[in-house]
């Protein structure tokens, strides 16, 4: 397994990731109990950033003033065991680089800021005809981008929730 990190191959820094799995968001919940009554109410506010831990190994050829400058700051992060999703990432690891120097092995801690995968490549949808209709193909609620062009009036249907726009 390899992953890209600031359009940067890890294989092309002779790191190899051993380890690197795959996480899901805490969702962030208000919960409310009432006296009197059993058990409570919950209303999401939204999903937490999370860590994504990922260990690697430094190869004979790699070069670690090159790799400490590699693993740092934020950037796009893409997964050879996902290739058509990315995700937004930092690093926030703090790294003893003494024993790096000895082990070859180091450990970094991709912290996820924005919880969602994203395709790298997502063709547009065009519904010129009524009436139309777009399918979430993903796994979680969406926030689509819904642009329209032309003239006359449009009805939205989204999610039971009609909106006219002229």
Same mark, same amino acid.
């Given at each position: 397994?390899?992953?890209?990190?600031?359009?940067v191959?890890s294989? @092309?820094k *002779?790191?190899?990731?051993? @380890?690197?799995p795959f996480? @899901? &968001?805490?969702?962030?919940?208000?919960v409310?109990?009432?006296e009197?009554?059993d058990?409570?109410?919950?209303?999401?506010?939204g999903?937490m &950033?999370?860590?994504i831990?990922?260990?690697?190994t430094l190869?004979p050829g790699?070069?670690?003033d090159?790799?400490k400058?590699w693993l740092t700051g934020?950037s796009t992060?893409?997964r050879?065991d996902? &290739?058509l999703?990315?995700q =937004?990432a930092?690093?926030?690891?703090?790294?003893?680089?003494?024993q790096v120097?000895s082990?070859?092995e180091i450990q970094?801690?991709?912290?996820?800021?924005? &919880?969602?995968?994203?395709?790298i490549t997502?063709? *547009?949808?065009?519904?010129?005809s009524?009436?139309?209709a777009?399918? *979430?193909?993903? =796994?979680?609620?969406?926030r689509?981008l819904l642009k329209v062009?032309?003239t006359g =009036?449009v009805?939205?249907?989204? *999610?039971g929730?009609s909106?006219?726009?002229?």
């Open positions: 397994m390899y992953i890209t990190w600031k359009g191959t294989d @092309s *002779n790191v190899v990731v051993n @380890s690197m996480m @899901s &968001p805490e969702e962030r919940l208000d409310r109990e009432c009197g009554r058990g409570a109410d919950y209303t999401g506010l999903y &950033p999370y860590v831990p990922c260990r690697m190869l790699a070069n670690l090159d790799v400058a934020s992060l893409l050879s996902d &290739p999703k990315q =937004t930092r690093i926030s690891t703090s790294i003893n680089w003494t120097y082990t070859r970094v801690d991709f912290i996820i800021k924005d &919880p969602y995968r994203y395709l997502e063709a *547009n949808t065009v519904i010129s009524f009436p139309g777009v399918v *979430n193909a993903g =796994t979680v609620l969406s689509p062009t032309g =009036t009805v939205f249907v989204v *999610n929730v909106i006219t726009y002229i």
